[in-house]
Every structure is written in C-alpha cells, then in structure tokens.
C-alpha cells in the first residue's frame, strides 16, 4: 500500500510540473508579445495605481454598475479565487500522500471548508444564468460577427470548465464526508460539509470500497481539471483573470478627454510660436524624439500597454454596447479593436515562434488586414468604452494611434477632415472663409 501511495506521489509531482511547466511556457510567451510594444512609463503616481487595481481588478467595482450581471460576476471570480486555495492542500495531500492535511485548523478549516461549498453552489448557480443568457436570451451584446465561431465556443467552454471544476469539488466533498461518516479508515471526521453532505446520500448502495474509489477519482478529477484550466486560459478571453490587475495598475491616469501629443510635432509647434526662433534655421536632430513612423498600422507600433490591453479583454461588449458609433450602425466595434489587436499579435507571436526569435515581414498588418479605416474614422472619440471597460482597457488609444498613421503616413484622412484641416491652415479656422472676417460675428 505504502509503495502505491509512493507511485501516485511521483506521478503527482511529475504531473505538477507538466502543467505548471507549460503554464510558465504561455506566460513568457504573453510577455514576450507585449514586450513588442513601444515603451511607455507608467511608473508615475504608484498609490493611485495600487488604488486601482484593488478597487477595479480586486474589488470589481466597475463590473457592479450593471447590478445583477455584476454581483453574479463577483461570486464567480470569489469562487474561483477562494475554492481553489483548497489546491494548497491538494498539492500537499498528493505530494506527501496525506489526507486534508490542513485538518489540524480545526474550527477555521471548517469554515473555510463551508465557505468553499457554499461559494461552489453559488458559482453553479451564477453560472447557469451567464449560460442562459448567452445561448437562449441571447443578449444583443453577446450576438455579434466578431463573436461567431471561437469566440462564442471559448465562453461556452469555459462556462462548462466552471460547472464541471465546481461539480467535482462537491463530489469530492460528498463522497469523503460519506466515508467519514461510515468511518473508513483515515476518513476522520473533519470539514463541515453544508452543501456536500446533501448529495451523499447518493453513494447510498455502493459498497465502501466502490465509494473509496470513487472520492479518489473526484480528487484526481478535479486537481486534472484545475490544471488544464489553467493552461487553456492562454488560448481563452478568461486570460483576464490574471491580467486585470497589471491591467489596471498601468491605465492611463490622465483625464479620459485628455489625449497624448507626439513629443517631436510638440516641439516642432512651440519652435513656430517662439518669437526668438530664427524661422530659417534647420533644428537640430534628435533621432530619440523624431518617431521612424507616425502613428500605429502594426502591433508592433502600439506601446506596450496598448497591447497589455488586448490580451485583457474580456469580450464582454460593454464597450461596444454604449458605443454610439455602433449603436447607429456603424461598422465600428470597440470590442472587435481589442480582439483584433490581440488576434494580430498573437500571429506575430507564432512568426517569431516559427522563425526561431525573428520577426519575418509577413505582408500583413493590423490596419486594413484586421482593421478597416472605415471602423476607424466612424469613431467619436468619446471614451464611453473606455469609461465602461470594466479592468480599463482604452480602444480608442489603439483607434487614435491608428488614425495619425493613416493621416500623417498617408495622407488619407476623409475628404471633410481634409477640408478642415485645410481651412484651419489657410484660414485659422475650420470654416472656410477670408481670414480678416473672422471676427465680424461680434459686429452683429
């Protein structure tokens, strides 16, 4: 028997470091990507930034402002928080061939025991509604192009993950307080049990030994599925689970109408508003602050919280939702700009991968391929998305980025911008009439 009990704890350990392994793998992938980014401090202000990332990522305090969707989303990041501090004992039980060996808390591990299974059943719960709302309401947010296909499977999925991760620990619990009560040999009586010990009596007819196996295939089950969990959230929008809180920490902390300027067109400006400027004098280069291109048309050309950003998202829609863009019909998706953005690093990432750490000039880019001009120009630059993310994700810093490409690189802003600017330059107003008229409007 001891010999066995070795064998499941080498199997164990080597089944720890296979998941974690590989989970370590994705994640130096993920910074690898971001790392693609330009640069960008936000080191600056650091008690505001921790104030953030508790009250947006910890105390979701942005996710409640749409109430019940809201405090279902709670219990169900509670529940995936707080259950799965069970796996430290797991992890211990399957190392060193224990049994809840953190029994010895007494009163706080039968708290903490019954809290876990009221929080399971809540989560089951919670989840039933997300799957009811995505898959028979259907939900305008949730109907959408950019969801067919993946994206609709990967949150139906991982709904299914939460019901069957939550089932198992239930069972588990079920199944060993069935056997503390028949007092089965190291199944001492430990744990309260609030939830499991009403779905025991379903072990009710098997025989011990049958119910032994069963409680140790539930507990195998379960710490199986923990892992696969774990590793598929790098193929999933549930990523954001661990990427809300730097998420958060690094948003932009300047008020959300306030937009950044480029350093050398700044520079370039003052020098023709400074009277002591010799206006034929050639400035000296500064090849630190003249940008190689203006704007974003690639990944690559975003800073590296932009594309924080994208791997962040969570699909939800909200964004999209309160767009007023979107909500006229237009093309524009707050949502499909993260989504896109994210697709198209995540492309860039595997040419690196396939081309041994080397990036190789693929003909495909972020703008055009993945992301129309037109999408781009329907946006108002109002911020309602990016008032609205619930973890602080900005798409109109990508939008803006994207149109200084098409304007400044390209020259191809709409024709009634070009008028505009036109008449700003000409006129030094946006309407087009004679300079010397334009204060004739007092005169009336």
């Not at 953190?102 to 706080?108: E, N, V, Y």
């Not at 549930?238 to 948003?251: E, Q, S, V």
């Not at 940008?291 to 050309?301: C, I, L, N, Q």
Request: proline letters at 4%; hydrophobic letters at 45%; one cysteine or more.
């Amino acid at each position: 028997m001891d010999i066995i009990k070795y064998f499941e704890s080498i199997f164990f350990a080597i089944l720890l470091l296979v998941g974690f392994g590989y989970f370590t793998i994705n994640v130096k992938k993920i910074i690898r990507n971001i790392k693609l980014g330009k640069d960008i401090d936000r080191t600056d202000n650091s008690s505001a930034r921790w104030k953030n990332m508790a009250i947006i990522a910890l105390g979701q305090s942005k996710m409640v402002k749409r109430p019940i969707a809201g405090i279902l989303h709670v219990i169900v990041y509670a529940g995936f928080i707080i259950i799965n501090l069970e796996l430290l004992e797991i992890i211990i039980d399957g190392l060193f061939g224990t049994h809840r060996v953190l029994s010895f808390l007494g009163g706080l591990y039968d708290f903490l025991i019954g809290s876990f299974e009221i929080l399971a059943l809540l989560v089951l719960i919670a989840v039933l509604f997300f799957w009811t709302r995505r898959n028979i309401v259907k939900l305008k947010r949730f109907v959408s192009p950019e969801l067919n296909g993946s994206p609709k499977k990967d949150a139906n999925l991982i709904l299914y993950f939460e019901v069957v991760l939550m089932s198992l620990f239930l069972l588990m619990n079920a199944s060993d307080f069935w056997l503390q009560q028949a007092g089965v040999s190291h199944f001492t009586s430990v744990g309260s049990f609030p939830v499991s010990h009403f779905i025991s009596p379903i072990f009710n007819g098997i025989n011990e030994s049958g119910v032994v196996m069963l409680e140790k295939t539930f507990w195998w089950l379960h710490i199986i599925g923990i892992l696969i969990f774990m590793n598929y959230l790098y193929f999933s929008k549930h990523l954001h689970i661990l990427l809300a809180f730097p998420n958060t920490y690094y948003a932009d902390l300047n008020a959300k109408g306030k937009l950044d300027n480029l350093e050398s067109v700044t520079n370039e400006v003052k020098l023709m508003m400074d009277p002591n400027v010799d206006p034929f004098a050639a400035p000296p280069a500064d090849a630190s602050i003249v940008p190689s291109k203006f704007g974003a048309s690639d990944v690559m050309d975003l800073n590296w919280v932009q594309l924080l950003n994208a791997y962040t998202c969570t699909e939800c829609g909200r964004c999209t939702s309160v767009c007023p863009a979107s909500q006229t019909g237009k093309k524009l998706s707050p949502r499909k700009i993260m989504m896109d953005t994210r697709d198209r690093l995540e492309e860039v990432g595997r040419n690196i991968d396939k081309n041994k750490g080397v990036f190789i000039p693929d003909n495909i880019s972020l703008l055009n391929n993945y992301i129309t001009a037109e999408e781009l120009w329907a946006c108002t630059s109002c911020n309602a998305c990016v008032e609205e993310c619930p973890i602080n994700i900005s798409p109109l810093s990508i939008i803006i980025d994207m149109r200084r490409y098409l304007v400044m690189e390209q020259s191809a802003a709409p024709q009634s911008l070009n008028a505009m600017m036109a008449n700003i330059e000409n006129n030094g107003a946006p309407w087009q009439y004679n300079q010397m008229d334009r204060l004739n409007w007092k005169e009336e």
